[in-house]
């Protein structure tokens, strides 16, 4: 693990794939990410997603008082369907669930519904994640870069709180006054959630389905600890939730416990619980 210490003040993590990770909790410093990940293309794609977000006047989620001392980070990862079912009748009332990538179309418990869905994708393949059935949604937290399209349809649904991503080097996009934070996103919702539990004070998390393992080999996966496959790009998406757990967890003053029940590799700095243990965590 190797941190470092930029000249403006910030802290930087390096995973194992060469990815800078922001220490988040680090307040009075500038909000910068020197990972260089966007290409012009992408310049283009988020510029008109946060001007037409811009016209629809969602809330700024900064501005609201959100607290949630439990929260469980859904995604959709091996074997959801069967799991969010069992997941839902466990869990206290007052754990907070918030949703990422198809988890949202793919929810199917009658019990409970999620408390957010969180999203940040700034292409057309969002709109994919939008469920077909017209039924009440939750409440939508997204990246002023999300594709604009897919908030449009959500708008008349659930009400959409939006926040500001942190920009890399090359790109400024928009300029937005008078907002407390902003999130270092890396365009992946789960980091984007980790750090959303940092503002709404959550002192326990759990991290459930958040991997894209499948359970037969195919032509370039590697093989897991728990004889599940993936594909080896996906160790870009593991280490960022993991660098992000670590600042979370490290924080001066306070303490977030941060487990992971998914089916992924192993995280270094969130530790693996059982399916039985879940309950007790979170009790």
Same mark, same amino acid.
């Given at each position: 693990?190797?941190?470092?210490?930029?000249?403006?003040?910030?802290?930087?993590?390096?995973?194992?794939?060469?990815?800078?990770?922001?220490?988040?909790?680090?307040?009075?410093?500038?909000?910068?990410?020197? #990972?260089?990940?966007?290409?012009? /293309?992408? +310049?283009?794609?988020?510029?008109? =997603? %946060?001007?037409?977000?811009?016209?629809?006047? &969602?809330?700024?989620?900064?501005?609201?008082?959100?607290?949630?001392?439990?929260?469980?980070?859904?995604?959709?990862?091996?074997?959801?369907?069967?799991?969010?079912?069992?997941?839902?009748?466990?869990?206290?009332?007052?754990?907070?669930?918030?949703?990422?990538?198809?988890?949202?179309?793919?929810?199917?418990?009658?019990?409970?519904?999620?408390?957010?869905?969180?999203?940040?994708?700034?292409?057309?393949?969002?709109?994919?994640?939008?469920?077909?059935?017209?039924?009440?949604?939750?409440?939508?937290?997204?990246?002023?870069?999300?594709?604009?399209?897919?908030?449009? #349809?959500?708008?008349?649904?659930? /009400?959409? +709180?939006?926040?500001?991503?942190? =920009? %890399?080097?090359?790109?400024?996009?928009?300029? &937005?006054?008078?907002?407390?934070?902003?999130?270092?996103?890396?365009?992946?919702?789960?980091?984007?959630?980790?750090?959303?539990?940092?503002?709404?004070?959550?002192?326990?998390?759990?991290?459930?389905?958040?991997?894209?393992?499948?359970?037969?080999?195919?032509?370039?996966?590697?093989?897991?600890?728990?004889?599940?496959?993936?594909?080896?790009?996906?160790?870009?998406?593991?280490?960022?939730?993991?660098?992000?757990?670590?600042?979370?967890?490290?924080?001066?003053?306070?303490?977030?416990?941060?487990?992971?029940?998914?089916?992924?590799?192993?995280?270094?700095?969130?530790?693996?619980?059982?399916?039985?243990?879940?309950?007790?965590?979170?009790?």
């Amino acid at each position: 693990m190797r941190i470092k210490k930029h000249n403006n003040g910030n802290e930087f993590l390096l995973t194992k794939e060469n990815m800078w990770v922001r220490n988040f909790t680090k307040n009075g410093v500038p909000y910068i990410d020197i #990972n260089k990940t966007y290409n012009k /293309n992408d +310049y283009f794609v988020f510029l008109k =997603n %946060e001007i037409q977000n811009s016209l629809g006047r &969602y809330t700024w989620v900064d501005t609201e008082n959100f607290y949630h001392d439990k929260v469980v980070i859904i995604s959709d990862g091996y074997n959801f369907a069967e799991k969010h079912l069992k997941l839902v009748k466990m869990l206290p009332n007052d754990v907070a669930i918030i949703g990422v990538n198809q988890s949202l179309k793919m929810w199917k418990a009658p019990e409970k519904n999620m408390t957010y869905y969180l999203t940040n994708n700034p292409y057309d393949e969002c709109m994919k994640f939008m469920p077909r059935k017209n039924r009440g949604l939750p409440k939508c937290i997204a990246s002023t870069r999300t594709n604009y399209e897919f908030l449009f #349809n959500y708008k008349e649904k659930g /009400n959409i +709180y939006k926040y500001c991503p942190v =920009n %890399e080097d090359g790109y400024t996009g928009r300029i &937005y006054e008078k907002i407390k934070y902003q999130i270092d996103d890396y365009r992946n919702p789960v980091c984007a959630a980790l750090q959303l539990c940092y503002h709404f004070g959550t002192e326990k998390v759990l991290l459930f389905c958040c991997d894209d393992s499948f359970d037969q080999e195919r032509p370039g996966a590697e093989k897991l600890h728990n004889g599940l496959w993936q594909y080896p790009q996906q160790d870009i998406a593991h280490g960022l939730i993991d660098a992000t757990a670590y600042w979370l967890k490290s924080m001066k003053y306070s303490e977030t416990d941060v487990k992971d029940h998914s089916s992924g590799p192993l995280y270094e700095n969130t530790a693996y619980i059982n399916e039985d243990e879940i309950q007790s965590f979170f009790n």
